[in-house]
């Protein structure tokens, strides 16, 4: 299995511009998320899914997008981009089986916005 | 979900057991306690978890006190490959949660 990958791995954004970071997991999970890293500090929680064609907000949507047509991706759109988007972005993927709840991280998409 | 308070740093010797501890006061009788470390940009990555017994795996070991309001993992003997961030989060058993990460435990393992 490949896991969660990303791409791209990095990213040089002008303000305004639009993107998607791509998220792709291979191992069947029904969770996913995108989270958001700033120096420093611990990861934040942008949007999340349960499923294919459900999803939903979380600590910090404003000014990103998600969409879940399969199981297996799970795209991150920035609308137009800004400074304060400038940070490196993780996408998780995860199951809950009883007591297990071990998400899986892909290797992270380090974005710039200048 | 319980919050939980972590040391923002520790240093531990190589070969050295490294105890990481986290406060997790108001956690309640169903909420599982888990851990992660983040190595050097990397995405974090899953090491154990517990509800109230102490849990061992081929990474960590996880001590949870009797009143479950604080537990330690336990690195027995360091490398310094270990030096990362570790992140306790306590959440409840079944279905999707959204977990917090704060900062965690920067752990330094010194040659």
């Known amino acids: 299995n490949a896991g969660v990958t990303q791409t791209p791995k990095f990213q040089v954004l002008k303000t305004g511009q639009s993107m998607t970071l791509q998220c792709a997991q291979d191992?069947?999970?029904?969770?996913m998320s995108w989270y958001r890293q700033d120096p420093g500090m611990g990861l934040r929680l942008i949007h999340y899914?349960?499923?294919?064609?459900?999803?939903d907000q979380g600590e910090v949507p404003n000014g990103y997008n998600v969409s879940r047509s399969t199981t297996e991706d799970f795209p991150l759109r920035l609308l137009s981009a800004a400074p304060s988007q400038t940070s490196v972005y993780f996408c998780a993927s995860s199951y809950s089986r009883g007591a297990t709840y071990e998400q899986y991280f892909g290797p992270g998409t380090r974005l710039t916005v200048t | 979900d319980a919050k939980t308070t972590q040391p923002t740093s520790m240093d531990c010797a190589e070969g050295r057991a490294a105890n990481l501890p986290c406060n997790h006061s108001?956690?309640?009788?169903?909420?599982?306690v888990y851990w992660y470390r983040q190595i050097h940009s990397q995405g974090p990555q899953y090491i154990i978890h517990g509800l109230k017994n102490n849990e061992t795996n081929e990474m960590a070991s996880l001590i949870i006190t009797e009143d479950r309001k604080s537990s330690t993992l336990i690195l027995p003997h360091a490398t310094l490959r270990d030096t990362a961030v570790y992140y306790c989060?306590?959440?409840?058993?079944?279905?999707?949660?959204?977990?917090?990460f704060g900062i965690g435990t920067k752990l330094q393992v010194i040659p």
């Open positions: 989060i306590v959440r409840h058993s079944g279905g999707y949660q959204k977990v917090t």
């Open positions: 108001t956690i309640s009788g169903n909420e599982y």
């Open positions: 191992m069947n999970h029904e969770y």
């Open positions: 899914s349960v499923g294919a064609g459900i999803t």
